[in-house]
């Protein structure tokens, strides 16, 4: 049974570019939320997608945006990369009924 | 608004040793919490979940126990091993259908041979 699968695993960008980070959810979770974890610190929560559309959203600007396919995985996209945005990005999977949260390994983002 | 603290930030113990790891919580509307493991630069492992009817949950030489009236969560390791080592996260989701999960900092916790 897969679990959560994100790639790329590790990408390297240039302050101002955009970055697309996709994610697959574990088989038969319908939800998928994006975390952003700094060096050191825990995650902090991006936003969260039902039925493709976004559900609730954190403190992040508008550059991050995100999608949900029909299949229900997931982008999340960045614009307009700062350097602050460098951080680890994990994408989990739950089904909206409740319950708990699979995780996947995470995307390295850094930002030079 | 909900905010998580874990203490201690970081933990070093010798292999062996019987350990507790301490989560609070400022808002007691809670539906569920959940202990995860981060070994360094790598994804999160859920290893307990407890739910807010619920007062603990066990696996293996783990045991986390929840207090919601009182806003907490200690997460016990039994007989540590070296293995053990790594980042141990606290979270807890807020609403169901939302299940926005808010985390602690993390307590880094090394157990030495």
């Known amino acids: 049974d897969a679990g959560v699968t994100q790639s790329p695993t590790h990408l390297i960008k240039t302050r101002g570019q955009q970055v697309t980070l996709r994610c697959s959810p574990k088989?038969?979770?319908?939800?998928v939320s994006w975390y952003q974890q700094a060096l050191g610190q825990g995650p902090q929560f991006i936003f969260q997608?039902?039925?493709?559309?976004?559900?609730q959203r954190g403190n992040f600007p508008d550059r991050f945006s995100g999608h949900q396919f029909p299949n229900y995985s997931s982008e999340l996209n960045v614009n307009a990369l700062l350097l602050g945005d460098s951080a680890l990005y994990l994408c989990?999977?739950?089904?909206?009924?409740?319950?708990?949260?699979?995780f996947g390994s995470g995307t390295r983002l850094t930002v030079v | 608004k909900q905010e998580v603290t874990q203490i201690p930030a970081a933990l070093s113990v010798p292999e062996g040793e019987n350990l507790v790891l301490n989560c609070s919580f400022t808002?007691?509307?809670?539906?569920?919490l959940q202990w995860f493991r981060q070994d360094p630069g790598k994804g999160l492992t859920s290893l307990l979940l407890?739910?807010?009817?619920?007062r603990e949950q066990t696996s293996g030489r783990l045991n986390a126990s929840l207090d919601k009236s009182s806003g907490r969560s200690t997460l016990y390791i039994a007989a540590s091993q070296p293995g053990d080592s790594a980042t141990y996260l606290c979270?807890?989701?807020?609403?169901?259908?939302?299940?926005?999960?808010?985390f602690g900092q993390g307590t880094r916790l090394t157990i030495n041979p």
């Open positions: 989990a999977s739950s089904t909206w009924k409740g319950g708990g949260y699979t």
């Open positions: 088989s038969g979770h319908d939800t």
């Open positions: 997608y039902y039925e493709e559309e976004e559900r």
């Open positions: 808002d007691s509307a809670i539906y569920n």
């Open positions: 407890i739910q807010s009817s619920q």
């Open positions: 979270a807890v989701s807020e609403l169901r259908g939302a299940q926005k999960l808010v």
